[in-house]
C-alpha cells in the first residue's frame, strides 16, 4: 500500500512539472524514483486543468498504473487520485516539481520529479544500405 501511495505521488508531480518546461504546457513526460521503483508520468496540461497516467515500474517486475487530475494555478500544483491519494507541489525553476504525496492513509511523502527530454527522429533515408 505504502509503494502505491508513492507511486501515485510521484506521477502527480510529474504532471505538474511538465508545464514549467514546455512554453507553459505542462504536457510531457516526467520520472522519478522512489523506495528502487521507478515512476514516469505522462501528463496533458489544459488551461489549469491537468490530467494524466502515472506507472510504477516496482523493482519485483510488477507495473502499476494510476490515472490522475488536477489543477495548476501559476507555479502550484494539486493533482489527485480518485482513491484519495493527493499531491501538492511547486514547479521550480530548474525543470523539477518537488512537494507532498498525502496517501488517503495519511503517509506523507515528499517527491521530485523532473522532466525528461523528448529523443528526436530517427532521419529517413532515400537509400537502402546492401
Known amino acids: 500500500m505504502f509503494r502505491k501511495g508513492c507511486a501515485l505521488a510521484l506521477l502527480l508531480i510529474f504532471i505538474l512539472a511538465?508545464?514549467?518546461f514546455a512554453q507553459d504546457s505542462y504536457s510531457g513526460v516526467w520520472e522519478t524514483s522512489q523506495l528502487c521503483n521507478k515512476i514516469i508520468?505522462?501528463?496533458k496540461h489544459e488551461g489549469d486543468f491537468l490530467s494524466g497516467?502515472?506507472?510504477?515500474?516496482?523493482i519485483l517486475?510488477?507495473?502499476l498504473t494510476y490515472h490522475f487530475?488536477?489543477?495548476l494555478k501559476e507555479d502550484k500544483v494539486e493533482v489527485s487520485h480518485h482513491e484519495g491519494h493527493v499531491f501538492r507541489g511547486k514547479i521550480l525553476s530548474n525543470g523539477k516539481i518537488t512537494g507532498l504525496l498525502t496517501t488517503k492513509?495519511?503517509?506523507r511523502i515528499k517527491?521530485?520529479?523532473k522532466r525528461q527530454e523528448l529523443l528526436a527522429p530517427i532521419p529517413k533515408t532515400s537509400r537502402i544500405a546492401g
Not at 53 to 58: A, D, G, L, S
Open 18 to 20: 511538465s508545464s514549467t
Open 41 to 43: 508520468a505522462h501528463v
Open 53 to 58: 497516467v502515472v506507472t510504477i515500474y516496482e
Open 61 to 63: 517486475g510488477e507495473d
Open 69 to 71: 487530475a488536477g489543477t
Open 105 to 107: 492513509t495519511g503517509v
Open 111 to 113: 517527491i521530485e520529479l
